[in-house]
């Protein structure tokens, strides 16, 4: 329980005190209306799921994949989240304003019942859902008289009325007063966009198990559920397979750098329990080099050089298309692998990217670097993999160049992941296919900081000067708020965008620097994903609005250990809107 964050009231404020607040919910919601009342909240609130009581627990984690688990871990987390956070305000006001109620003068008016009512039972499906399957809507009002009320379809549309409740609340400067200012509320909310994720690369660095349980904390903070894992490439292996355990030990950076089966549950059932679906990826036939250090058999151009006839970066290396033998490899790691994925997720992610036609030169079983020679091999290839995918009962996900490219005709059920950015949502659509946007002009957050690679005095210095990586410049956070995935599509195409991830590409993004280079970029896009590009209005959101909810929101992250980076200077943050605004005369 909650007793031990509680002390007693003793402290008021003796002046009256201007209540100055910004209704600052992020994502913005479909439909929000406020007042300016104020209540209170402790742990007295009585909190009841379709009509019976459910107690909240400090750190409450689920026994079992039910509705009711979920929703009382939810209550659990939410709750212990407004305590817990200590986010006092005074940074969103201007020096000696008055922003915070006066429990004296005020009253203490008390948030008394939180009733939390889901109106269809959740179908399996729910907790690992294909893009759609489940609703997230809900509903949330909170009377002047102090009584919560939460409706949703489904648990996970609970969990994120929930979300937006917390975001409601502020801690008193006195210190023991939790309070709401907007009472009465009424919103109405749910997603424009199924599909709302990160793609976080665990090879080229490797991100302990905790990093990666705050980065699905911070996501379900900002309403994004899906987290793809780019788990290996040829950088690194550092991915446990039991049945060729030699894979990771060989392949691995370091043997304390490796995702054991157990690492790879508790991940995947911690996203669960949030409402955010973990699903990996091993990339191939290319972006597979890590396996020649055990099975050097299997890869051609493995760290060939140099590196740029081979592939897009060192140490290259790629499957050979035209060999039984990487398929009995694949076999054998796709039947222990994928049992254990698929109790919690519903996609599995198969690569495609940037397969280099030269690799094939190499290949003593092919000779040829001739698209009408491999397009049959890499078409024979996908089948077979994304059979096995299906028969795990498991989606296949691509990267565009497999149908764009190459030409390789994929299941109705694959959904293509678009990077290149131009008109390739648009192609995609068109031929009919599912898609999920990472376009690398808005959504690549790892861009505009600079290369990885070192360059020899001489003419490689001149070549390189002045030394910027090739997707730049950095995606600030409005550059990542301007876009819409649907524009210039057709209804009919826009049915087809399941919506889109931002990526971070780890070549120089590690635990350290990893929060500050993600966060509150990616809940830029949670926002695009979840509201909309436009508002109630038709008009497309603006910066000027956005910018003081995401100051809020941004210093909420902090609060809960996410070391986001600022936005902008204090001045601005504490200021009106219009005081950082560019209009020219």
Not at 243 to 255: F, I, T
Not at 320 to 331: G, P, R, S
Not at 332 to 357: I, M
């Amino acid at each position: 329980m909650f007793s031990r964050l509680f002390s007693c009231l003793s402290v008021f404020l003796a002046t009256s005190i201007l209540i100055t607040p910004t209704t600052a919910i992020w994502p913005a919601p479909q439909s929000f209306t406020n007042g300016s009342s104020v209540l209170y909240l402790n742990q007295n609130i009585r909190v009841t799921y379709n009509g019976a009581f459910i107690p909240y627990t400090y750190g409450y984690v689920p026994s079992s994949f039910s509705s009711k688990e979920f929703v009382q871990a939810g209550v659990s987390r939410t709750l212990a989240g407004i305590f817990d956070s200590k986010f006092v305000p005074w940074i969103l006001h201007k020096p000696g304003a008055k922003y915070e109620p006066n429990p004296l003068a005020e009253g203490l008016k008390w948030l008394k019942t939180l009733q939390i009512i889901q109106t269809s039972e959740d179908k399996p499906s729910a907790f690992k859902p294909l893009a759609g399957e489940v609703d997230e809507s809900y509903n949330l009002t909170i009377s002047v008289e102090g009584d919560v009320k939460l409706t949703a379809v489904s648990s996970i549309g609970v969990l994120r009325g929930l979300e937006t409740f917390s975001q409601l609340f502020y801690q008193h400067s006195a210190g023991t007063f939790w309070y709401t200012p907007f009472a009465p509320v009424a919103i109405e909310d749910a997603p424009k966009f199924p599909h709302r994720g990160i793609l976080m690369d665990t090879s080229r660095h490797f991100f302990p198990v905790e990093d990666i349980l705050r980065t699905i904390d911070a996501m379900a903070m900002s309403k994004l559920n899906r987290l793809h894992v780019h788990v290996t490439d040829s950088q690194s292996w550092p991915l446990v397979i039991p049945a060729l355990p030699e894979v990771s030990e060989k392949g691995a950076h370091h043997p304390s750098e490796t995702y054991s089966p157990a690492d790879i549950e508790r991940i995947q059932k911690y996203g669960a329990y949030r409402g955010v679906e973990v699903y990996f990826e091993i990339d191939m036939p290319g972006h597979i080099g890590s396996v020649a250090l055990s099975h050097p058999e299997l890869i051609v151009a493995y760290n060939e050089q140099p590196y740029h006839w081979w592939c897009a970066q060192p140490p290259c290396g790629a499957f050979k298309l035209n060999n039984t033998a990487v398929d009995e490899f694949l076999e054998t790691l796709f039947d222990d692998l994928f049992p254990r994925l698929v109790p919690y997720s519903a996609y599995f992610h198969t690569g495609g990217d940037e397969l280099n036609k030269n690799d094939s030169m190499l290949d003593e079983g092919i000779r040829s670097n001739s698209s009408e020679v491999l397009q049959p091999l890499l078409q024979k290839f996908i089948d077979t993999q994304h059979s096995r995918v299906r028969d795990a009962k498991l989606t296949p996900v691509v990267w565009e160049e497999i149908p764009l490219e190459w030409n390789v005709t994929l299941g109705k059920d694959t959904v293509v992941q678009a990077w290149l950015g131009g008109d390739s949502v648009k192609k995609l659509t068109a031929k009919g296919h599912k898609v999920i946007d990472s376009n690398y002009n808005f959504w690549y957050l790892d861009c505009g900081r600079g290369q990885w690679l070192n360059w020899a005095n001489g003419p490689a210095f001149q070549l390189g000067f002045p030394f910027n990586d090739w997707c730049g410049p950095t995606k600030s956070w409005r550059l990542v708020y301007s876009h819409d995935p649907t524009a210039g599509l057709t209804p009919e195409e826009a049915k087809l965008v399941l919506g889109g991830e931002v990526a971070l590409w780890a070549e120089t993004i590690d635990p350290i620097n990893f929060d500050t280079i993600a966060w509150p970029r990616a809940s830029v896009a949670g926002e695009v994903l979840w509201s909309g590009r436009t508002d109630a209005s038709g008009q497309n959101r603006s910066q000027i609005e956005a910018a003081p909810r995401l100051n809020e929101f941004r210093e909420r992250l902090v609060k809960k250990g996410v070391r986001a980076s600022p936005i902008t200077q204090a001045f601005c943050v504490q200021g009106e809107p219009w005081e950082c605004e560019f209009a020219p005369a």
